[in-house]
């Protein structure tokens, strides 16, 4: 099931990256030979600026997962063994519950924004849409907390495997 997740996850951040990229040369390209046309694409920056939102929070968790997140870990690596196991399964926990917490007050706030009928000037969409980005986010990062915490995977263990791990 995590595999299955991990794959739709890549792929999200992938297919996002690559539109924002698409998406923001095209608007260069219409800025430099468009003139008065180019307005009309005046939507583009403001998509790319809400898409790079949600491509920071959707990658948290995968980031956590691959250890990716800034640690101590000189520190963590001088404990002795039975302690340091404590310690992270600790972290674990406090992270787990810290990003319901976050996941909560976003969903929150989202809903907040939602009902004061804000919307974005260009797009014209629900900026209370948009609230929803550190929701899913910090969801998928409470989940890699808790699969950590029970073992499914180690995010401290050392790789020493290069970064493109495409079939795990």
């Known amino acids: 099931m995590v595999k299955y997740l991990r794959l ?5 951040l992938v297919v996002l990256f690559l539109t924002m990229a698409g998406l923001f040369f095209f608007s260069v390209i219409t800025r430099e030979i ?13 998509a790319v600026r809400l898409m790079n939102t949600f491509l920071v ?36 926990a406090m992270g787990f519950f810290f990003s319901i917490y976050l996941a909560w007050l976003g969903y929150g706030l989202s809903q907040f924004v939602l009902g004061t009928g804000q919307s974005s000037p260009t797009l014209g969409i629900p900026m209370g ?13 409470a989940l890699r907390f808790a699969l950590s915490f029970f ?4 995010r401290h263990a050392k ?3 290069p970064e493109v791990e495409m079939g795990s």
């Open 34 to 46: 468009g003139g008065t046309f180019a307005s009309k694409f005046a939507w583009i920056e403001e």
């Open 8 to 12: 739709v996850e890549r792929t999200t």
């Open 159 to 161: 790789s020493d495997t």
């Open 57 to 92: 929070f959707l990658g948290l968790g995968l980031a956590l997962e691959r250890g990716k997140h800034v640690g101590i870990d000189s520190f963590r690596d001088r404990m002795p063994e039975k302690l340091r196991f404590l310690v992270l399964k600790l972290i674990d």
């Open 129 to 141: 849409y948009v609230y929803f980005a550190p929701v899913i986010g910090f969801a998928l990062l």
């Open 151 to 154: 073992g499914v995977f180690d």
